[in-house]
């Protein structure tokens, strides 16, 4: 009998948010005063010191969740990525502060390839309590396995699309409200077997000011 080789990524979230970071922002700086990158801990960005930062400007906030790709074998001709249960309780806590939530993986089966260029398809995930959901996607972004559960994850989509959805269903607020409204989503989606040193999914975040412009 033929043996199935396992899936498995050949890189960390962290090295996917290298690629992911300086992409969107390059998309949205044309289109607000400042976009500031950011992320969240509480007793760094979220901290007393942080708080008296106030520009006193409007800000709208974006939530990305860095995917990896995952392989049967490097240099395969698709990708598949997941979407934890996790990342929905994360885009339901944040929708109810205006907080659209995204992610992005980039399209490369090997981490050689894995550069400030490569190809990226991004996802809009909609409130929903779900659990896990898989895509497999080619490196030409075509999805060619959709699970009938994944009504939540909408994509793959373009940048713009990502900038007009934004621009859309974000709610601007003020300094203040922004830091706590992340620390508030920080903590209702807190995973049951969060320990304190080790947490579940966290995202990036991107801090717009200013209103937007088409």
């Not at 708080?51 to 995952?70: A, G, I, M, Q, W």
Request: some cysteine; aromatic content about 12%; hydrophobic content about 40%.
């Amino acid at each position: 009998m033929t043996e199935v080789a396992a899936i498995r990524s050949f890189c960390s979230e962290h090295t996917v948010e290298y690629v992911l970071v300086p992409r969107i922002v390059r998309e949205f700086a044309p289109h607000y005063d400042k976009v500031v990158a950011l992320y969240f801990w509480a007793t760094r960005e979220g901290n007393t010191t942080s708080r008296l930062c106030d520009p006193h400007e409007t800000v709208r906030l974006v939530s990305v969740f860095p995917r990896r790709p995952k392989v049967a074998t490097p240099n395969d001709q698709s990708v598949l990525v997941k979407f934890n249960a996790e990342l929905f309780t994360w885009a339901t806590e944040s929708y109810r502060f205006g907080i659209p939530t995204f992610a992005g993986v980039p399209l490369v089966s090997s981490l050689a390839h894995l550069t400030l260029e490569s190809p990226l398809a991004w996802f809009h995930l909609a409130p929903a309590h779900l659990g896990d959901v898989e895509l497999t996607i080619t490196l030409d972004g075509r999805v060619v396995q959709v699970p009938s559960q994944s009504d939540s994850v909408e994509g793959p989509i373009n940048l713009t699309d990502v900038l007009n959805r934004v621009g859309r269903l974000s709610r601007p607020c003020s300094w203040e409200e922004a830091l706590e409204h992340l620390n508030q989503v920080r903590s209702n989606a807190r995973p049951a077997r969060y320990f304190y040193f080790i947490g579940g999914y966290k995202p990036f975040h991107l801090l717009l000011f200013g209103q937007y412009a088409c």
